[in-house]
């Protein structure tokens, strides 16, 4: 069956130091991905995607990620974590082109210590 | 500009209560979508439609309706409210690239 997989439920890296959150999927083929960050009390927002061509996408606010497909992940990274990238974070998936709905994973929780 | 408006924010019900969640959208995307997202399970699909008179089946249809009333519109529906239905429900809109934009969300409670 088509799933999104993030291994981590939570994680609390320091302020400055970089991070790296996991999402992996189960597919056939290559679907869209995506990531998007909800804050607390907010809906969601995209930070970025993948459709196709150069694997390491780079997004808003500093967040980058990388799409492997012979490990079929598509990890979001950060050099440098500020204080207010504390938030949940959703790997999503759209496994075929129009008019589908992404399927998300669990989330993974940020916490930034100073 | 308003994007994707949801009505109403909160809402408590008692069990076998019935209510309509409003979805209205202003970016013109064909595609629009009901999720509910609960603590430690992610957002889940309850209802979509990729068009203007289309509706299908997401992953957690039960206990829910919707209807597409016009392209900007799109309503959910819970004929008889179980405590199990205690959620946060976005609507969210695509213009078919899969790129979702999302509500802020409305918290129902059921009792």
């Known amino acids: 069956a088509q799933s999104v997989t993030q291994p981590d439920i939570h994680i609390t890296v320091s302020e400055g130091a970089s991070l790296e959150l996991r999402c992996n999927y189960s597919?056939?083929?290559?679907?869209?991905l995506f990531w998007y960050v909800q804050s607390p009390g907010q809906g969601l927002q995209l930070l970025l995607k993948?459709?196709?061509?150069?694997?390491l996408v780079q997004g808003i606010k500093g967040f980058e990620a990388e799409f492997k497909r012979s490990q079929s992940s598509f990890n979001l990274r950060k050099p440098s974590v500020h204080w207010s990238d504390a938030a949940e974070y959703f790997c999503a998936v759209a496994f075929n082109q129009a008019g589908t709905a992404l399927i998300f994973g669990k989330g993974t929780t940020l916490s930034v210590s100073s | 500009n308003a994007g994707v408006t949801q009505t109403p924010k909160f809402q408590v019900l008692k069990t076998g209560q019935s209510m309509t969640l409003q979805c209205a959208q202003d970016m013109n995307h064909n595609s629009m979508y009901w999720y509910r997202q609960d603590p430690g399970m992610g957002l889940r699909l309850i209802y979509y439609s990729a068009s203007e008179g289309t509706t299908d089946k997401g992953e957690v249809p039960n206990g829910y309706n919707v209807s597409r009333l016009n392209k900007r519109e799109f309503s959910l529906r819970l004929e008889s409210a179980a405590p199990s239905q205690t959620s946060v429900y976005f609507c969210?809109?695509?213009?078919?690239?899969?790129?979702?934009?999302f509500g802020a969300g409305s918290r129902l409670t059921v009792l």
């Open positions: 993948y459709f196709s061509g150069d694997t």
């Open positions: 597919y056939g083929a290559t679907p869209y």
């Open positions: 969210a809109t695509s213009s078919g690239a899969n790129v979702l934009t």
